[in-house]
């Protein structure tokens, strides 16, 4: 179906509008359901014809309507992305379960990329039940992701299924491992770090949004995701140092980097494996 994935990005344009909700809401403990979208300076609701994805941005020139203060750029920006990741994850994967189960993902990464930004946290009603969804829905994700990446390490990208491989087996197996392996390798350098510099230096929504990404991608990929996303923030810290004057001691908000890792790894996780092996 060659107009699916351009089916599918308008449908994440959508998504990506409740993305902004989420994003807004969830580090203020409110409702994302009730009340219906509202204006944050005047609290006037937003009418029906205001709120059609990134053109009503447009069309009011990013004021509401009624106080006419600026409405944040973020919010077309995020139906944006949304709309891209699912344009991606449809012309991956097609008309298939992974395009569902990994734009599912995308949209989880997201609100926790932005909220991360916004607030420094990462909410727990993102991604705990982003493990159980990544678990669950494991059997529906894509085989060279979660089954086969032990393959690719061999430097075999042919589909095996055996007995003695609980993985190729048992998909929710790989899903478990990442969960545990992703979210307990940040545990373990957390604690380390605790010890040796007496203070905190992971907070425990990085190693619950690990968990959640492991759950989704599979040990071998959340591993990959962390060594990227600590790579990044390394690269960003040392910016930081040198052109604005932080110190060692500026916290980052981790979970962006993360974020970004999960997502390049989440389309080029298995490429990157045969890149190394191949090397």
Not at 70 to 79: A, D, G
Request: hydrophobic share 50%; charged share 10%.
């Amino acid at each position: 179906m060659e107009s699916f994935p351009y089916i599918w990005a308008a449908f994440g344009l959508i998504i990506g509008s409740f993305l902004n909700v989420c994003i807004y809401r969830l580090p203020r403990h409110e409702s994302i359901v009730t009340p219906g979208s509202h204006c944050p300076a005047c609290g006037k609701p937003v009418r029906p014809y205001d709120n059609i994805p990134v053109l009503s941005y447009l069309w009011l020139r990013g004021r509401c309507r009624f106080c006419r203060q600026r409405i944040s750029l973020q919010y077309p920006v995020v139906e944006l992305l949304a709309a891209i990741a699912f344009f991606a994850c449809a012309s991956r994967w097609g008309l298939t379960p992974p395009a569902f189960v990994n734009s599912l993902f995308l949209s989880a990464v997201l609100v926790l990329i932005f909220t991360d930004y916004h607030h420094q946290i990462l909410p727990n009603v993102i991604t705990l039940p982003g493990v159980a969804a990544g678990f669950l829905l494991s059997p529906l994700q894509e085989e060279t992701l979660l089954r086969d990446a032990g393959d690719i390490l061999a430097g075999n990208l042919a589909v095996t299924l055996h007995s003695s491989n609980p993985e190729a087996v048992l998909p929710w197996v790989s899903s478990a491992l990442g969960a545990l392996i992703g979210g307990g390798t940040l545990f373990l350098v957390g604690f380390a770090w605790q010890i040796v510099r007496k203070r905190q230096g992971l907070g425990e929504g990085d190693m619950k949004m690990m968990a959640m990404v492991g759950a989704f991608l599979g040990w071998r990929h959340a591993l990959l995701v962390i060594f990227g996303g600590s790579f990044l923030g390394s690269i960003v810290g040392i910016l930081a140092i040198i052109f604005f004057g932080k110190t060692l001691q500026t916290k980052l908000a981790f979970g962006i980097f993360l974020g970004l890792a999960s997502i390049a790894l989440l389309f080029y996780g298995n490429a990157f494996l045969l890149w190394y092996t191949s090397s």
